[in-house]
């Protein structure tokens, strides 16, 4: 009996580099959620920790960046280049589940995420805090975030935060839900996985 076709490696490494940082990124969507991040900045590294473990997403960062003036570009930039990277290993997208969604429980905090790996960036951001910094970092700097990622990555991202009062829960229980909404969606449909998940055959314009 002939084996069974494999499904092939989507991987990405690529590397980012401006005048305000450099990052390294190296991630496989079909992994075990392992990580090695290492931004610089504390509170991120532990964010971008869990979207690998719970979007059973292997992931190795490495970013050094202007902290001096801020955590602005770091923020922004990994987010672009872990994006980026997952664009690289979905390739033309064939095959993929496409929309994913997840609701997220932390303690008092209740977050949901819907994603469409469409090609056609978008980010809708209903989530407030109540404190202007969560450590060192500036709690906008999250929006920033999520934005360059959707953009990056070619997702239409809906991120909204229910309810919750402590704001360290509801940045986690964002990146979770994500995570989460993102396993869904890169999984690869047993029933289609010859096929783009589009009426046109290829994903991105206005369908």
Same mark, same amino acid.
């Given at each position: 009996?002939?084996?069974?076709?494999?499904?092939? =490696?989507?991987?990405?490494? /690529?590397?980012? =580099?401006?005048?305000?940082?450099?990052?390294? +990124?190296?991630?496989?969507?079909?992994?075990?959620?392992?990580?090695?991040?290492?931004?610089?900045?504390?509170?991120?590294?532990?964010?971008?920790?869990?979207?690998?473990?719970?979007?059973?997403?292997? /992931?190795?960062?490495?970013?050094?960046?202007?902290?001096?003036?801020?955590?602005?570009?770091?923020?922004?930039?990994?987010?672009?280049? *872990?994006?980026?990277?997952?664009?690289?290993?979905?390739?033309?997208?064939?095959? *993929?589940?496409?929309?994913?969604?997840?609701?997220?429980p932390m303690d008092e905090t209740l977050t949901r995420v819907a994603i469409d790996?469409?090609?056609?960036?978008?980010?809708?951001?209903? +989530?407030?805090?109540?404190?202007?910094?969560?450590?060192?970092?500036?709690?906008?700097?999250?929006?920033?975030?999520?934005?360059?990622?959707? +953009?990056?990555?070619? =997702?239409?991202?809906?991120?909204?935060?229910?309810?919750?009062?402590?704001?360290?829960? *509801?940045?986690?229980s964002c990146f979770k839900a994500l995570a989460r909404a993102l396993r869904a969606? +890169?999984?690869?449909?047993?029933?289609?996985?010859?096929?783009?998940?589009?009426?046109?055959?290829?994903?991105?314009?206005?369908?």
């Amino acid at each position: 009996m002939d084996a069974a076709p494999k499904t092939p =490696a989507r991987r990405a490494k /690529l590397e980012r =580099a401006t005048t305000e940082t450099r990052i390294a +990124v190296e991630l496989d969507l079909d992994g075990a959620g392992a990580y090695d991040v290492k931004t610089g900045v504390g509170f991120l590294d532990h964010m971008l920790e869990q979207l690998s473990r719970h979007g059973l997403i292997d /992931l190795r960062v490495r970013a050094e960046g202007d902290l001096h003036i801020d955590f602005h570009h770091t923020t922004e930039d990994s987010g672009i280049a *872990i994006g980026t990277a997952i664009s690289q290993a979905l390739g033309d997208r064939r095959g *993929i589940r496409r929309y994913g969604d997840a609701l997220i429980p932390m303690d008092e905090t209740l977050t949901r995420v819907a994603i469409d790996l469409s090609n056609r960036p978008y980010l809708v951001w209903k +989530v407030a805090f109540t404190r202007d910094k969560i450590g060192e970092m500036d709690t906008e700097l999250f929006r920033e975030w999520f934005q360059a990622f959707a +953009v990056a990555a070619g =997702a239409t991202l809906h991120v909204e935060t229910l309810y919750g009062e402590n704001n360290h829960h *509801i940045v986690e229980s964002c990146f979770k839900a994500l995570a989460r909404a993102l396993r869904a969606a +890169v999984e690869i449909d047993p029933r289609k996985a010859d096929a783009v998940p589009s009426t046109k055959g290829v994903l991105g314009g206005s369908l």
